[in-house]
């Protein structure tokens, strides 16, 4: 009997050691997230967030700045703003399953805009990529789209040592930039303002650790956040549509 | 030998032999062939279920349920959180969770049955408890993805072990099995030789 109850007791003392796992941004529940503070948000106090706007959401910071697809935000009934990282396999799953649908149905009719905005917190291999990101972004938009899909449709075969091997050989043969130009910029991270800009976002707005994580809005304003690469039909629904 | 013995006598009793799981298996029927009960287990798996999907997304859930949106849009939000439904979890993820679920059903209707029937032992309900938790977190850490892993291991020395893990973080789920079986076992052993419907729990 005491035995199974100094296992149990344990078994609880290694859960809170891992309740940061559901107490995080997400488990939390309160909105507040992780945030460091520079949104004038302390930990377990919990954010406005649901008065907010594309003006004040710390994740809409320089969004006129970030990729995008579809119309400009202030022009959009529906903004999505995604903090994804390209070696997190759940961001593959949402670009595999979730984007072709919102591409199709909501961006491409003009209903929504779609933000990429890179927070390279998975794989070590992401942080190489994201500075490539914004350096192929820098030089043509429509590199950055076609490099972005291709990291996520062959993350298996990236690591730290071949990514930027790999981008040069992708832009070259599949865009018309200068790739020794563009990697050369990644790898001297010349680039890198735009890259913290966006890392400083998330965690203003209380991404924690995680990816893909979404702030939706709707006729300018903060709707809610989702985690996890959830189907077309939830982000939909959670801006009208 | 007494030293073995002793040493015995202090490890939790396990699962060892086809007995045992026999034994967890006609107890499981005996209760669940009670109509209450079946329901009790019913409502339980959907609850847990329910706890480990929306622990991921607490405030789209909450939004889905209070947020400025049509009847429709609410059930939208929510249906897709759950697994098969909606695609956050790959089929092998949702039929771990939905076989948690299921376990956590079997499991608190069992307990609820001992504690209603007879005296229950405190550390079934404890590891009952213990699982959902687990659940909950390897539901959670689905969605956190490593780095939370990765930070918890590291701990321990293994960071680079968090590589190596197929499932995304639901190893926790995996451990949950283990704890609901754990607790099965010692609510069916804290049954054995009474009777459920008139039938005893006994091999």
Redesign the interface.
Known sequence: ?????A??AA??GT?A??A???S?P??????SGGGDGSDGTTAGTPTP??AETLATHPAARDLDAQPRLGPPVDEAAGVVVAFEDPS???CR?FEE??LPDLRSNLVDTGDAAFVYRGYP???PWGKPASQALESTFAADADAFWALKDHYFAEQGTFTTDNVLEETEAFLASETSVDAAAVVDDARNERHDAAVQADIEAAQAAGA????PIFYLFRDGEF?????????Y??F???M?F | MAQTSGLRRRLPDLPTGSDDWRLMGRTARLVLGIPTYAVVALVAAVAGLTLFVTSLNLPLAGFALTGDLTLDGRLRILRGLYPFVGSAYDPFQGTLLVFVAALVGVNVAMAVYHFREHAVSVESGGASLAAVLLATLGAGCAACGVPILLAILSIFGVSSAALLLPLDGLEFALLAVVALVLSTHWLAEGMRGGEIRGCPVDL
């Open positions: 009997m005491d035995t199974r109850r296992f149990l078994g609880a859960l050691v891992l940061g796992c559901t995080g997400n488990g939390g529940g309160d909105g967030e649901a997190c396999t759940l799953r399953n979730t917190v998975i794989y924690g650790s995680q990816t709707q809610t956040r989702v985690s996890g690469p959830q189907g039909d939830v939909a629904a959670a009208g």
